[in-house]
């Protein structure tokens, strides 16, 4: 069955410390890849996507993923953490011909001072 | 441009009971998702909409559980003779046109709790 693996369901960072957070999928064909952040008690907000082109994605809020085929991963990654960082963060996976979203089980992110 | 909207936020039922939980989708989007988050888990895909159409129905569970996505209205998510493992939150996802491509815009969700 395909899925999606996110390494550490929990992270803690210091302020101004460099994010990572991991994720890999098993496709045999690439997918699309997806990170949502999600707040206490709200929905998931999408942070990025990758689809085809580039590999290395932009998205909102300083973060950015890499998509690497070879690994079959997807990194989430910000240079400098702020404390407004502090959510769960969920990488997800579209496969080929479906629309329906294959979540990891998400991380959960602490930013100390 | 109001986001997706899902109500009630929180609900609670006893065992037995039927629960329902809607969903709006932002103004424009014709194509409805519903998810579920057990406690601990990720978001699990349960059923994929568009007006008056069911597309996916691979993640919902056999029995009790249905869904619609009427001409007129929100899409209803609906559980009947609700059991304890029902207790989970229910997100509600919409996008403008389906397919791949196209982000799928989440809801605050609803939070069950069985008793």
């Known amino acids: 069955a395909q899925s999606v693996t996110q390494l550490g369901s929990h992270v803690s960072v210091s302020e101004g410390a460099l994010v990572l957070l991991r994720c890999n999928y098993s496709?045999?064909?690439?997918?699309?890849l997806f990170w949502y952040v999600q707040y206490p008690n709200q929905g998931l907000q999408l942070l990025l996507k990758?689809?085809?082109?580039?590999?290395l994605v932009k998205g909102i809020n300083g973060f950015e993923a890499e998509f690497k085929k070879s690994e079959t991963s997807f990194h989430l990654t910000k240079p400098s953490a702020h404390m407004s960082d502090a959510a769960e963060y969920f990488c997800?996976?579209?496969?080929?011909?479906?629309?329906?979203?294959?979540f990891g089980t998400g991380t959960r992110l602490q930013v100390f001072p | 441009n109001a986001g997706v909207m899902q109500n009630p936020r929180h609900l609670v039922r006893r065992r037995g009971q039927e629960a329902r939980l809607r969903c709006s989708p932002m103004?424009?989007?014709?194509?409805v998702y519903w998810y579920r988050q057990l406690p601990e888990e990720g978001l699990k895909f349960m059923v994929y909409?568009?007006?008056?159409?069911?597309?996916?129905e691979s993640g919902m569970p056999k029995e009790r559980f249905s869904a619609e996505f009427p001409k007129e209205g929100p899409s209803i998510l609906r559980i009947q003779q609700v059991v304890r493992g029902d207790s989970a939150a229910y997100f509600c996802?919409?996008?403008?046109?389906?397919?791949?491509?196209?982000?799928?815009?989440f809801g605050p969700g609803t939070r069950l709790t069985v008793l």
């Open positions: 996802a919409s996008s403008p046109a389906g397919g791949q491509l196209d982000t799928q815009y």
């Open positions: 496709s045999s064909v690439p997918p699309y």
């Open positions: 103004k424009g989007h014709s194509h």
């Open positions: 909409l568009q007006k008056e159409n069911i597309i996916d």
């Open positions: 990758y689809t085809t082109g580039a590999t």
């Open positions: 997800a996976v579209i496969l080929y011909n479906t629309d329906k979203l294959i």
